[in-house]
């Protein structure tokens, strides 16, 4: 089953989407087309939101790190960077290079404390996409990748919907793709991860407890590529979803 | 209490730079910072007034921050006053393994389960951005700090922020943190006081 958050009669409201993605079927009955949906982001108030860096080798060989770090890179993300389906990033006029990362996101089903790596996917209700835009002219190593690059207002839209994790079978066989106004400038597999999403999972329950909500953004393949304010991102994981956004100046 | 996002700001005390110093322009870091630096504590970290700080199997000592938590009522984008936007304000004491640098986001390190014991909160008034403020452990002053230390001022650190991200209705600021933090351990009882905040007490917890 696909879940969708939608604005819907003055109020966000959870709809399922029919098979056919025409239609987002509301709770009690009725629905609203797909294309006249007001999306928003699938994310649950107060989830924490977990990102990680240079978790595809390709990628960090493509910006001069090893290929493997020491320990997994991750970071946390606050809830106003997220923009749903169909949605606006502000791309800033000096933001020469910013450029989108496609991301498969893992979504916690359960509390989820020092799990091992082979149980870890029990823990998983569901899977999303995200887009995680980057702009390296405000890259600083503190804190890195830190806030002016990665927390900015809107800067990494997500969804369409979330996917039962059922549905999607074996999250380390999924392909990745980035399309700038119909070109594609970033393709993977999400078999190429360092660290997988069961793994993931594995290590920061280790530490900390997971909550149901949480949120895994699991990293990106290689393609860096820089976007103009104007520009339609299609960013896509197969059998998860196809995710729409436009950059606009501010 | 239910917050949005929880944001700590590392590197605006004072004497923090002062003792880095020319540490600051070399490897890894190679110029120092410019905005603020900026970490998210997580919900698992939050505890209520009162409530045990947990102690992980792994760790000997844990750091305690004292520091001030400012809660937002209304967004606070670019050009919105801080003053106008804050709703409300607590003592906060940011929990973290000692030592430590500053390049990588410090998640193990600081978003342990329980890490961010937080006090009662009291009315925001102006006189809290130059606060002092006091942490005892067992009954012994064992640390005390002004903000007036502070590199970026209240006002301006929000101001700051909110130039590039909104700081949400909901969300949570803790302004800085002390470099000379003191050091806790297992079975030791925290408070944290200011003038004008209800205090903060906690107990460090050995987790079995």
Known sequence: ?250 | MIFSTAYSIALNDRAALERLGPALSAAPYNAPPQAPVVAIKPRTCWRGQGAATPLPEDLSAVEIAPTLGLLFATDCGPGVSPSAAIGAACLALDVGEPGGDFYRPAIRQRCRDGFLPLGDFGPWAEALAKVEIVTCIDGQEAHRWSLTRLIRPVDRLVRDLSDFMTLRAGDLLLVGLPDDAPIARAGQSITVSASGLPTLSTRIEAQA
């Open chain 1, 1 to 250: 089953m696909r879940r969708a958050q939608i604005f819907h009669g003055g109020r966000l409201v959870w709809a399922t989407v029919s098979d056919d993605g025409a239609a987002l079927n509301l709770p009690g009955g009725g629905y609203v087309a797909a294309d006249a949906a007001a999306w928003l982001p699938p994310v649950t108030a107060g989830a924490t939101v977990f990102a990680l860096g240079l978790n595809y080798a390709d990628h960090s060989r493509e910006l001069g790190f090893a290929a493997k770090q020491a320990t997994p890179l991750v970071f946390l993300k606050g809830h106003n960077t997220f923009v749903g389906h169909q949605g606006a990033t502000p791309r800033p006029a000096d933001a020469d290079q910013m450029h989108p990362e496609c991301e498969l996101v893992a979504v916690i089903g359960r509390p989820t404390r020092k799990v091992r790596e082979e149980d870890a996917l029990r823990h998983v209700s569901a899977y999303t996409v995200a887009n995680d835009y980057a702009i390296r002219e405000y890259l600083e190593n503190y804190y890195r990748p830190n806030a002016r690059v990665k927390n900015r207002d809107a800067t990494t839209p997500i969804g369409p919907w979330l996917v039962d994790a059922a549905d999607v079978g074996d999250p380390q066989a999924l392909k990745l793709s980035t399309r700038i106004n119909g070109e594609e400038v970033q393709h993977g597999t999400t078999a190429d991860m360092i660290l997988s999403v069961a793994g993931l999972i594995a290590h920061l329950s280790d530490f900390m407890t997971l909550m149901p909500g949480d949120m895994i953004l699991t990293g990106t393949p290689h393609g860096v590529r820089f976007v103009a304010a104007g520009d339609e991102v299609v960013t896509e994981v197969s059998g998860v979803g196809r995710l729409v956004n436009r950059v606009v100046a501010s």
